[in-house]
C-alpha cells in the first residue's frame, strides 16, 4: 500500500501544518491513516526540538512558554478541547453513562473543562522548563510520539461507543499489523534514543494509557472522539512529567 497519502491525511486531521490539497478521504483511506499517526507525532516532536533550538538565547521560562505555545499552535489545540469536554462530562456526569455522553457533546465549556486545561498547560509549561534546564531538550520529540501512538493502540483495542464518528471509521479500516507495530517500533526508537529518561516516560506512558482506557469502559463502556483526545493530552503530560522526575533522582 502507498502510505504517503494517508501521511497527509493524518498530517492534515492531526495538525495545522500546511499539508496537499487532497479530496475527501474514503473510510478505507481514513483508516489506513492511523498508521500513520505516530509519525506525524514525530513531526510535532521534531519541530518542537526545532523552537527549542531557534529560542536558546532566550530566558528558559519564556522558553518553555514559546515551545507550548507552539504546541498548541501546531496542533490547533485539537486534543485540548478533547479534554476539556471529557473533564466537564466526567465532573459533571457523576456517575452516569448517558449523562456523561450527553456532556460530552455540549459545545460549551464548564468549570471543570476549563480547570483541567489551566492545570494541564501549567504542567506542560513546568515540564518543559525542566527538561530545558536540564539539557533534555530532545525528549520533546519523546512525548508526542507516544501519546499518539497510545491513541492508535486505544482506537484499536476499545469499543468507539458513538455509531458513525469518525473514530468507529478509523477502528474499523485500520489495518490492525501494520497500525500497532508502527506504533511499537517508533515509540521505542525514540524512546532508546532519548535514553533511560524516554524509556521511563514511555513505560508511564503506556501505564496512562490502560488506566485511561480502564476509565472510560467503566464509565462509558468504551472511547469517544474527546476521551481519545484527552488521552493524547493526559499521555504527554505524564511522559514529560516521568522524564523530568528520572532526570531530578538520578542527578
Known sequence: MNWVRPFWIALAFLTRLPAPEITPANERESGASLVAYPFVGAVIGLLLVLVALLTMFLPTPLQALLIVIAWVLITGALHLDGLADSADAWVGGIGSRTQTLALMKDPTCGPAGVTA?????????????????????????????????????????????????????????????????????????????????????????????????????????????????????????TALLSAVAFIAATQ
Not at 498547560?121 to 530545558?132: E, G, P, S, Y
Not at 499518539?148 to 483495542?157: Q, S
Not at 469518525?166 to 525514540?190: F, Q
Open 117 to 237: 486545561l489551566i492545570l494541564l498547560l501549567l504542567l506542560k509549561c513546568a515540564a518543559v522548563l525542566a527538561l530545558l534546564e536540564a539539557g533534555a531538550w530532545l525528549l520533546l520529540l519523546l512525548a508526542p510520539v507516544v501519546a499518539r501512538a497510545g491513541l492508535t493502540a486505544l482506537l484499536l483495542t476499545t469499543p468507539y461507543v458513538r455509531p458513525g464518528g469518525l473514530g468507529e471509521v478509523l477502528s474499523l479500516y485500520a489495518p490492525p499489523l501494520p497500525t500497532l507495530s508502527s506504533a511499537a517500533l517508533l515509540s521505542g526508537a525514540v524512546a532508546v534514543l532519548t535514553g533511560w529518561a524516554g524509556i521511563v516516560a514511555l513505560l508511564v506512558a503506556l501505564l496512562t494509557l490502560v488506566i485511561a482506557q480502564h476509565a472510560m469502559v467503566r464509565r462509558i463502556g468504551g472511547t469517544t472522539g474527546d476521551t481519545a483526545g484527552a488521552s493524547v493530552e493526559l499521555i504527554e503530560a
